[in-house]
């Protein structure tokens, strides 16, 4: 199989990462491990989702399994850089069973 890196980051094997579109903007389903390398394959994804103009992410941390410090500071990085661009992320689940802001969870 030759290297194709638009789909290497499907292919992870400690995280899956699934994009819903919806009629405003998009959730990001994460299922596994974040931590530094799959936290980086995160910030790919979304950084082509924002290049692609979404404004609106959700980011659905339910089925994370675990998360060490460099997975906070890869969704800490994302944040920013969905901010930078004027978008919104909204998170599911950061420890907590409803909606939050990753400011009000990692202050």
């Given at each position: 199989?030759?290297?194709?890196?638009?789909?290497?980051?499907?292919?992870?094997?400690?995280?899956?990462?699934?994009?819903?579109?919806?009629?405003?903007?998009?959730?990001?389903?994460l299922?596994?491990?974040?931590?530094?390398?799959?936290?980086?394959?995160?910030?790919?994804?979304?950084?082509?989702?924002?290049?692609?103009?979404?404004?609106?992410?959700?980011?659905?941390?339910?089925?994370?399994?675990?998360?060490?410090?460099?997975?906070?500071?890869?969704?800490?990085?994302?944040?920013?850089?969905?901010?930078?661009?004027?978008?919104?992320?909204?998170?599911?689940?950061?420890?907590?069973s409803?909606?939050?802001?990753?400011?009000?969870?990692?202050?």
């Amino acid at each position: 199989m030759s290297y194709q890196p638009d789909t290497e980051w499907k292919m992870d094997p400690v995280l899956e990462i699934s994009v819903e579109v919806e009629d405003v903007g998009v959730t990001v389903h994460l299922t596994g491990i974040l931590n530094r390398q799959t936290g980086c394959n995160v910030r790919s994804v979304v950084k082509e989702l924002v290049d692609d103009d979404t404004q609106y992410i959700t980011m659905d941390l339910v089925q994370l399994d675990g998360m060490d410090a460099a997975g906070v500071a890869a969704l800490a990085a994302i944040q920013r850089d969905v901010r930078s661009k004027g978008g919104l992320v909204t998170w599911l689940d950061l420890g907590r069973s409803n909606e939050m802001s990753l400011d009000q969870g990692m202050t």
